[in-house]
């Protein structure tokens, strides 16, 4: 949503992702200079929300950032913890070797209904924090987000995938008691930057 923010918050490179009628999801706001920065953007990202019926929004911020007692003042609860990775794509490019009776397939080729109850059943097991949405609500945000033993391999493969449409540089990231997770980041040379607190604050009733 670019649109949305003013050049001064583009400049510092605050992020706002779509994820409309359910989500409203802010990063990257500990680049704001002043807490008078600050108020500005949560009011119109607030205002925004309301006119559109968005059920909640979020902030995700630097756990050390001095703007965080901001978002407590402003209401907004602690929803999880997470540490950040990344990597450059242009540094080589990806190879990986997996067992060839392991195939692709994309959500329109499987259909859609069975790929979100794989989604569904993948996420049963995360040790990440639990979504306040069903499936179809966060397939539904995901698609306004970016258009519309196995870990390792996988996420490798999804770099590849990356660097094929031309990403320059990767983020991710995972819950800090999902071990297993970070591990995968580790194996496939992407580094740490940093830890994030995300909060919530729900506007519709």
Known sequence: MKSFLTSKERDVDLKLLDGR????????????????????????????????????VTITIDSSSAHIHKLKKNLYVNKSRSIEYSRDLNLESFTFNYNSTITFSSAAEVGITRFLDIWENAM???????????????????????????????????????????????????GVDNKPMQQIFRNNDCRRSREVVTFIKSLQI
């Open 21 to 56: 009628p359910y989500y409203l999801a802010a990063e990257n706001v500990e680049n704001l200079e002043t807490n008078d920065d600050l108020d500005l953007f949560i009011s119109r990202m607030e205002e925004l929300a309301m006119k559109e019926r968005v059920q909640h």
């Open 124 to 174: 049963c097991s995360s040790l990440n924090v639990p979504s306040l949405y069903t499936i179809e609500e966060q397939y539904e945000g995901m698609k306004q987000e970016v258009g519309a033993g196995l870990g390792t391999i996988v996420h490798r493969v999804g770099l590849h995938l990356l660097q094929q449409k031309g990403a320059s540089y990767y983020i991710g990231s995972t």
